[in-house]
């Protein structure tokens, strides 16, 4: 019995079976362009349709995260952070920069210290991420003759720890593109300031992935750091205020933080690891401050306040003597340690590592005129 298909092709005219020819069949000669007759459908009211739907979803997504306390905030990336790196270059050759982790980027107030020195320092800061890729930056920046205040997070900075990753946001600097720019430019100007679902803690497939989904076996649970702080358009940051209202945000917070601090001590190979780790970090500030201080750029490190288990954890982990001291000795560089200054202690810091705004306010009052009065006026080139 023959197949449908070789019946079908017995029936084929010539013709027909002509018209499957393929363009290798007739080399030099053009494929005809298909064309699909286009169905009468209501577009205009489909079109209507499609917006208004794309109006009620996200129209609720931002209530429903208004309504949770969030308020807009710029986006802190790696384009934002190129703003900021760009102005070293074109108007702050001479100004203060701030390279640091996250302590510094809540707790250090732009227009505080504005008001204080009359100029605005340069945030550089990036949280979770050891600040030495940006100090050796500025290091071989020949043209920077400005002043450096470099925070150290003890963890961060010694263990060289890079959660966004400080190195990709300086290549994206270097080599960010003229649509790179164009696409930040809108997003600053038509997205950022008015949208507050638009952080990236309230994207919607950040909020499906950390919903209590049954693990695997064998699999541990992991709590990424949520949103901490609210962001402006020159990187000037501030603790988001649910922290200090919400009292099971805040314990969600320290909940993140305190996850990792119950680790069992390491082990002999692991503590030699460690100490090589440590030696190699501040053998990278060693290097970094030298070059700064032959073109007579100061430095100064600071080590802002921890609390309650935090401060705990770094004190088991890095011991001041093992670390910053050694730190201050091989740079030759000044540092500020809080716990030395009575003014730099006291402050309230709701998930134990970073500052309320008003804290923050007053703290940074309280080290600019720390550092007046022992290291010489910020905005002069004695630290």
């Known amino acids: 019995m023959p197949s449908s298909t070789s019946s079908s092709e017995h029936n084929r005219t010539p013709q027909a079976l002509a018209k499957r020819l393929t363009a290798a069949d007739r080399p030099g000669i053009a494929q005809p362009v298909p064309e699909r007759p286009v169905p009468d459908q209501p577009w205009g009211k489909m079109l209507l349709a499609a917006t208004v739907l794309v109006l009620l979803l996200g129209g609720g997504w931002e209530w429903y995260w208004r309504d949770y306390g969030v308020t807009p905030s710029y986006r802190d990336d790696s384009a934002l952070w190129a703003i900021q790196r760009r102005r070293v270059d074109t108007t702050g050759q001479d100004a203060t920069v701030l390279v640091a982790s996250s302590r510094t980027f809540f707790d250090v107030q732009l227009p505080v210290w504005e008001r204080l020195s009359g100029r605005r320092p340069i945030q550089l800061a990036i949280v979770g991420t050891s600040p030495m890729f940006a100090l050796e930056d500025l290091a071989d920046d020949r043209n920077f003759h400005g002043r450096v205040l470099v925070g150290v997070a003890p963890d961060l900075f010694f263990g060289g720890y890079e959660y966004h990753g400080g190195v990709r946001w300086l ?213």
């Open 171 to 383: 290549k994206y600097f270097k080599h960010e593109s003229p649509s790179d720019r164009v696409g930040k430019w809108l997003s600053m100007h038509l997205v950022e300031p008015y949208f507050a679902f638009y952080d990236p803690d309230f994207a919607l497939f950040t909020v499906i992935k950390r919903q209590a989904w049954p693990l695997r076996p064998g699999r541990e649970a992991s709590t990424n750091v949520r949103k901490l702080g609210n962001t402006g358009a020159d990187r000037s940051n501030r603790m988001w205020s649910k922290l200090e209202t919400d009292p099971g945000y805040r314990a969600l917070a320290r909940r993140i933080w305190d996850q990792d601090f119950h680790d069992p001590p390491p082990t002999p190979a692991q503590a030699a690891e460690n100490q090589r780790t440590l030696d190699k970090q501040i053998a990278r500030a060693v290097a970094a401050v030298a070059k700064l201080k032959v073109r007579g750029v100061p430095v100064l490190f600071l080590r802002e306040p921890s609390a309650d288990n935090y401060l705990a954890y770094e004190q088991r982990v890095l011991p001041r003597a093992s670390s910053w001291d050694v730190l201050l000795a091989r740079t030759g560089a000044p540092g500020i340690y809080f716990e030395d200054y009575p003014e730099l202690q006291g402050y309230e810091l709701p998930e134990w590592s970073h500052m309320t705004g008003a804290e923050a306010d007053r703290f940074t009052a309280a080290l600019y005129a720390l550092i007046d009065s022992q290291y010489g006026r910020p905005q002069g080139v004695r630290w």
